[in-house]
């Protein structure tokens, strides 16, 4: 099972290979990082932490 420290650990990681990309590919760059991006190493782990797991917000399984 991962864990919040997990997640956010890759996710930094993630974007911080993203940024590195820059020298060789054009567009990668930390202008390009997204608030989704940002979310996901910041805030996601975080819910994680506080909650256990992000299963109550998906609404998979749901009927309307």
């Not at 991006?37 to 996601?44: E, F, L, Q, R």
């Amino acid at each position: 099972t991962h864990t919040h420290t997990h997640t956010h650990t890759h996710t930094k990681k993630w974007i911080a290979d993203f940024v590195a990309l820059s020298p060789v590919a054009q567009g990668y760059n930390k202008k390009r990082v997204t608030p989704y991006m940002h979310i996901m190493a910041t805030h996601v782990p975080a819910m994680i932490g506080l909650h256990g797991n992000l299963k109550q917000f998906s609404c998979q399984g749901e009927r309307i």
